[in-house]
Structures are given as C-alpha cells and as structure tokens.
C-alpha cells in the first residue's frame, strides 16, 4: 500500500475527492484515467487513450489480487503482467510493442482516485511509467476490497496496465530481424 497525501493542485476531473464507497467501478476508474492524463499534460506528454484489451488485464489483476489476498505484479502461479496483457491478445499482430503496470491500493480516505494518482507520482518507478511517452494506452480497473481484505468495501485495489504497439511493417526490403519485445520497468 502507498501512504499519500492530497494532490499539490486543485484538478478538473471529476470525483477526485470521492472514496471508492461514494461512486461506481466506472466513475472511480474515469476519475484515475483523467487525473493521470492531466500529470501528463503538466509534464508536457500526450495522453493515454483507453484500450479494452488492457483494461481486460487490469481488471483480471485486480480481481485476483482481491480475491486471493496478494499484491504483487506476478501472480501465485506464476503470471506476470506481460504474461496477462498477451493473453488478452493485446500484442497478436504487433511487430513491436511496449508495455507496464502500475498497481495501488488504499482504503478509507486514501481510497479517493486523487490520493491513489498521488500515491504513484510520489514513488519514483510509478510515475516513470505514469508519465512514460512511450506509452499510448491504458488499461485501468479498480475493484472494490483490498489484498488485505475482500471484504472491505472502503477499500479499492487498482491496476494500471500502459502500453504501446506498432504495427507498421519494416522499412528495409531485406527481411528485417525481430525486435526483441521488453517489458518497461515496473513496480507496485
């Protein structure tokens, strides 16, 4: 769990201040995607644009992270991030692709989206992959009940998964070697 206080600047989205008790899966998770778009903005990056797929990693995460009682980027079996993000097909055709995780959690007053998107960009790790201009897309969800506790409905765990795909042939007209695919550093 990141300990956070309350963002430097007042912010334009909505339900920031809210906890996870006082809105839905969806406005808490529209109210984290718009807050880590405007720190990009403030530092100058493009915004990160909803991908389906990634939400469908995130949401896979979170949800075993509550229900199995662990916080961690790999799961007790075994599968990792990438490993959850290639499942869902996110990386099927792509000829080269770039992807991270960012995972919190917090309950009570640290469950608002403001106090979790604050918890990351005061941990170094997290805020390079918050503000990295390699990503393009986000995958968020958050899921009511913490690692701790399934039962906990004033907590929220979230996991945010980034990436970034190209589909674009090789320039070369000579068969090209394949880009060996990385994962971006990541960190809880």
């Known amino acids: 769990m990141l300990v956070t206080g309350s963002g430097a600047s007042a912010s334009s989205c909505p339900n ?15 109210s984290i995607a718009c807050l880590i778009n405007e720190e990009r903005a403030a530092y100058g990056v493009p915004p990160v644009q909803p991908n389906a797929s990634l939400r469908e990693a995130a949401l896979s995460h979170s ?22 993000i290639a499942a869902t097909g996110y990386t099927r055709g792509a000829r080269s692709w770039d992807v991270g ?13 403001q106090s979790l998107v604050t918890g990351w960009m005061n941990s170094p ?17 958050a899921v009511v009940g913490t ?5 906990d409905v004033s907590g929220v765990t979230v996991s945010s998964e980034y990436g970034d795909r190209s589909f674009a042939k090789p320039k070369k007209k000579k068969r090209a070697k394949r880009k060996a695919h990385k994962a971006r550093r990541h960190a809880r």
């Open 147 to 151: 690692p701790e506790s399934s039962q």
């Open 16 to 30: 920031t201040d809210v906890p996870v008790t006082g809105m839905s899966q969806a406005t808490m998770e529209d």
């Open 63 to 84: 949800d075993e992270m509550v229900s199995q009682g662990y916080f961690e980027h790999t799961s007790p079996a075994g599968v990792t991030f990438v490993d959850r």
């Open 125 to 141: 790790p997290h805020r390079e992959n918050l503000l990295a201009t390699s990503f393009s897309e986000i995958g968020i969800a």
């Open 101 to 113: 995780e960012n995972l919190v959690w917090g309950t009570g007053p640290l469950s608002t989206p």
